[in-house]
């Protein structure tokens, strides 16, 4: 198993590191560790100018290959530079939907025409993109989605209705990538269609979804004969869920390898914390300090043994699949240790909007960790079935 990082690879993190400390400041300093899990919806504007700085210096979306704008980066630089990019504080990405989920999947089963079309507003931190999968009857169970696509003869345009639920930052987006139904009698994967649709039309309703914080990161969108172009259809009317399941493989693959590092700022502080006010001299505390520093490191052997192996295609292997929900359970328990070293100061709120101090905020979004792109139990189910070969769980 690998250990460390190459040479070569040692010197791209160098040149990471360099560019974000000349830039990453000035105007930038202000949204420096902001705008994270839990923090979406500050310096919204100060993150949108930040995207486009990112591109400026050719730092959008390495992964992409060069043809497409991307720098071709192997997956050993993209966790670096997303390693590097935490260390300095770099702020929540506004254009990460688009960037590691809708261009990932275009460049795999988009036309040529759809590639040219959508990749480069999202290369250049322009164009923001939201995923719309979930509804109030398909989470775990993406398959039962009612939302329905019909093709009108007359406009010759598909036409979109249903209502999609816990829509990330729909509010900010322009375009919304929307699994529906093509074929109105087909059940379960079979008859989908995977769109491509513009927000900014009158089809489109957001509504923002208020959480525990008192702010909307969320929200439910309503299609009402939302309207897309022919062409606007990645894949073939019915199959959909190929294109929906590729595209979850790169969400729950290397677009989250990089994040140690932002964990371990959140380690860090939780450990100032303790040793402030005193919580570090309880045992039981030094206990849990010390497993989650136990995890972290855990952490970082299995993502250098994920990047030992892997398909020739770049993909990843099958310990792969612990990842998720191994790192979903380590943070939520740090939230908790959050609370537990703040002790009765971290349960005092005054009214909403509530002024969250970042571990407060962490550990209300560290409840979220074992819920989205794939609950725990959802993991347990796909490390059983696909990594360990057992019998699948009956299907209604
Ligand atoms: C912060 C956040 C952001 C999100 N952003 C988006 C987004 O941008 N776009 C989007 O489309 N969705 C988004 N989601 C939705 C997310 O994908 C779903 O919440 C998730 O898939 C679970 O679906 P559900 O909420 O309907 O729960 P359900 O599927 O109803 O699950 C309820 C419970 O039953 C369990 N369960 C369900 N099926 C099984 C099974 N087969 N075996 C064992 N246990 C089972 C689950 O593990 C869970 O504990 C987001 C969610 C969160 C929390």
């Known amino acids: 198993m690998k250990l460390s990082f190459s040479g070569e690879d040692e010197q791209f993190r160098e040149e990471v590191a360099t560019w974000l400390q000349h830039n990453l400041c000035g105007e930038f300093e202000s949204i420096r560790f902001r705008g ?26 390495i992964g992409w290959p060069k043809a497409y704008g991307g720098r071709g980066a192997s997956i050993e630089q993209q966790v670096i530079f997303n390693e590097e990019y935490a260390r300095a504080g770099g702020p929540g990405r506004m254009g990460h939907i688009g960037e590691t989920l809708t261009g990932p999947t275009l460049i795999a089963f988009g036309t040529e025409a ?142 989250t390898l990089g994040q140690q590092m932002l964990f371990q700022n959140e380690f860090d502080e939780v450990v100032r914390a303790a040793k402030a006010n005193g919580a570090a001299r309880d045992p039981a505390i030094r206990q849990r300090i010390a497993d989650a520093h136990v995890g972290l490191r855990i952490m970082r052997a299995n993502s250098m043994r994920m990047l030992s192996g892997g398909g020739e295609d770049g993909s990843l292997q099958k310990e792969a699949m612990i990842y998720k929900l191994y790192w979903a359970t380590w943070h939520r328990n740090l939230g908790k240790l959050a609370m537990d070293v703040l002790g009765a100061e971290g349960e005092i709120l005054e009214g909403a909007p509530y002024r969250l101090s970042r571990l407060q905020s962490m550990y209300l979004f560290t409840r979220s960790d074992t819920i989205y792109g794939g609950t725990n139990q959802i993991q347990r189910n796909i490390i059983a079935e696909r990594a360990l070969g057992m019998p699948r769980e009956p299907r209604g």
Request: some cysteine.
């Open 114 to 255: 759809q590639k040219q079309r959508f990749l480069p507003g999202i290369l250049r931190g322009e164009e923001l993109w939201c995923q719309g999968y979930s509804e109030p009857s398909a989470g775990s169970d993406l398959a039962n989605v009612k939302t329905r696509a019909r093709f009108d003869e007359a406009s010759a345009q598909w036409k979109i209705s249903g209502q999609k639920v816990w829509t990330s930052l729909a509010h900010e987006s322009h375009y919304c990538f929307v699994i529906a139904r093509t074929d109105p009698d087909s059940v379960g994967h079979r008859g989908l269609g995977f769109f491509l649709v513009a927000m900014d039309q009158s089809g489109v309703d957001v509504r923002p979804i208020e959480q525990l914080t008192g702010t909307s990161e969320f929200n439910e969108v309503f299609f009402d004969e939302a309207v897309c172009g022919p062409d606007d259809i990645v894949g073939a009317p019915g199959d959909g869920w190929k294109v929906a399941m590729g595209l979850l493989g790169f969400e729950r693959g290397v677009s």
């Open 36 to 61: 994270g899990p839990g923090d979406e919806h500050m310096f919204v504007e100060e993150r949108k100018a930040w995207e486009r700085k990112l591109y400026e210096g050719g730092w959008t979306c």
